[in-house]
């Protein structure tokens, strides 16, 4: 991957950390970042249709990434806007929902997100698989 592609991918979550309403919500951003490219590290070692060096080429990627992000928040939480940010989301929000309301919501959102880590990881496995060649390898055939 480029270092032109890898800096656009750091400068989007960039802009995404930057409209957060709460510290804590700039560090879900920077773990579920982690936890897609974690996720798609294991997806990949696990493969046994890669070889050796396509699989540490993919890891040394995803260390890039993590590098990259993790000095990208180092650099916003020494700003005056991380700095004037509330540390929960519930203090930025106004108290009028309904707790049961919140619930559910809070809920739909869990689902979404974890929809979306695996969307991620999925598209990111796929991603690694555009280089080998179109053959897939038969499945094993289970007889009993």
């Known amino acids: 991957m480029d270092q032109e592609l890898l800096q656009q991918e750091i400068n989007t979550y960039r802009e995404k950390v930057k409209r957060c309403s709460s510290k804590e919500e700039v560090w879900q951003i920077k773990e579920d970042y982690e936890d897609?490219?974690?996720?798609?590290?294991?997806?990949?070692?696990?493969?046994?249709?890669?070889?050796?060096?396509?699989?540490?080429?993919?890891?040394?990627?995803?260390?890039?990434?993590?590098?990259?992000?993790?000095?990208?928040?180092?650099?916003?939480?020494?700003?005056?806007?991380?700095?004037?940010?509330?540390?929960?989301?519930?203090?930025?929000?106004?108290?009028?929902?309904?707790?049961?309301?919140e619930q559910v919501v809070s809920q739909e959102e869990e689902l979404k997100r974890k929809e979306i880590k695996r969307a991620k990881a999925m598209s990111s496995y796929a991603g690694t698989r555009k280089g080998m060649s179109e053959q897939e390898p038969a499945p094993f055939d289970v007889k009993g």
């Open 36 to 101: 897609v490219l974690l996720l798609g590290i294991s997806v990949v070692e696990s493969n046994p249709v890669l070889t050796l060096e396509q699989k540490l080429e993919f890891t040394m990627l995803k260390d890039t990434k993590l590098s990259m992000m993790a000095s990208m928040i180092e650099e916003f939480t020494k700003t005056p806007e991380y700095a004037a940010l509330p540390e929960r989301a519930e203090a930025a929000e106004d108290t009028e929902t309904p707790v049961a309301e």
